[in-house]
């Protein structure tokens, strides 16, 4: 007799769950990425879900100035193209802001005292006068315009372009490196300590590094920084430092690592550590040959929580080195750089993706140990 394995409803469920996780979080990745590469004038007025549909303008600019004018017969015309080049299509016109509207494209306006508007649908406009045009600035013509999808590199050229983004691109590695490698080994050694090694307070210890995960990181910034300026004086030493923003982040960071890691090094099989001490091995030696190669995925899980944690950095950044050009990292410069241009959305989303590239790379690189390494110990 042959029985039909069938899938529990809650298989079908958890996958579902996951999916509509996994769309909920890529989703907006894809809209900073698509509007980073959109035209500036279209990202301002439109979403990105509306990237590939042709959007509907409604803007006011400027004719020629009468400078330009040229006499034809007995009128004196003023040509131009309103769309100034770019691509599009004119659908209505005006020259009021009153009746922005009033005309279809091709129709030709009367303005006042026999003076006309015509604006056509590839932009192209004539302003004709029986007198000459008076004035410095040219007259105001408000148009709709059809624009169809246009994206472009320009929005990475101008932040890959900005002084200084290189040097601070290598400070922010030299931040983030050493202030992810240093808390992992003081961690991991800690966590051994804490599973496996017999000492007195112990269950304190561990209670305590449980009551630090709570600690936030503004109410012990403050007293951190005085404490590393006093010894920083009575040593002679500069606060303004590398060395300062990684001991910072290793203390903040500490916490999660030892919790993480003893939940992990804590699961493993004891058969394997007594046989080897009853070899002779020391605690080093255990450590040092059969925690750390076991133990990879529960290193690897916080490596990206810390890494993301460091390279997003703003706030400690700015305490502990300043805002020198040559300490500042990359989210101090992209701040200054937004600072200056304004609110260009286009800039803002360039460097969104820009910063979010290397996180990216290293998750995409260790997320296969993530869960393994969050879900060890939890299951007996």
């Known amino acids: 007799m042959i029985r039909s394995s069938k899938r529990s409803p809650l298989v079908y469920l958890t996958h579902a769950t996951v999916l509509f996780l996994v769309i909920i979080w890529t989703i907006p990745t894809a809209g900073l990425f698509i509007s980073s590469l959109r035209d500036k004038d279209q990202l301002a007025v439109s979403g990105w879900w509306t990237a590939l549909s042709t959007s509907t303008h409604m803007e006011v600019d400027r004719a020629e100035p009468p400078s330009n004018q040229v006499q034809e017969s007995d009128h004196f015309v003023i040509k131009g193209n309103i769309l100034h080049g770019k691509s599009g299509k004119i659908s209505k016109f005006g020259y009021s802001s009153l009746h922005p509207q009033a005309y279809k494209a091709g129709e030709v306006a009367q303005i006042r005292n026999g003076q006309t508007l015509q604006v056509m ?8 006068s029986p007198t000459q045009w008076r004035g410095r600035n040219g007259k105001r013509i408000f148009y709709t315009a059809e624009i169809p999808p246009h994206f472009t590199l320009n929005n990475y050229k101008v932040v890959l372009g900005a002084d200084g983004l290189g040097q601070s691109f290598i400070n922010s590695l030299t931040v983030t490196i050493p202030a992810t490698v240093i808390p992992i080994l003081i961690a991991a050694f800690a966590a051994y300590a804490l599973a496996w090694m017999r000492f007195p307070g112990r269950a304190i210890l561990v209670a305590s590094v449980v009551g630090l995960l709570v600690v936030p990181l503004q109410m012990s910034l403050i007293p951190l920084l005085k404490s590393y300026n006093w010894i920083g004086d009575l040593f002679g030493v500069s606060s303004k430092t590398y060395v300062g923003i990684w001991l910072a982040h290793t203390g903040f960071g500490l ?7 003893r939940n992990y090094i804590v699961g493993l099989p004891s058969e394997i550590i007594e046989s ?3 070899d002779g091995a020391s605690d ?3 450590f040092r ?4 190669p076991l133990s990879f995925p529960a290193l690897a899980s916080f490596a990206i929580f810390q890494f993301l944690w460091v390279w997003n950095d703003l706030l400690v950044a700015m305490v502990f080195l300043g805002t020198s050009p040559d300490h500042m990292v990359l989210t101090g410069q992209l701040r200054q750089l937004m600072g200056s241009l304004g609110g260009n959305w286009g800039i803002l989303t360039a460097s969104a993706f820009i910063t979010i590239i290397i996180p990216l790379c290293v998750f995409f690189g260790l997320q ?3 869960v393994r390494g969050l879900l060890a110990g939890s299951v007996k």
């Open 121 to 128: 649908p590839n932009g192209d406009y004539v302003l004709s």
């Open 255 to 261: 916490p999660l690592a030892i919790y993480l890691l």
């Open 276 to 278: 080897a001490r009853v």
């Open 284 to 286: 080093f030696d255990i």
């Open 289 to 292: 040959k059969i925690i750390l």
């Open 368 to 370: 296969r140990f993530l």
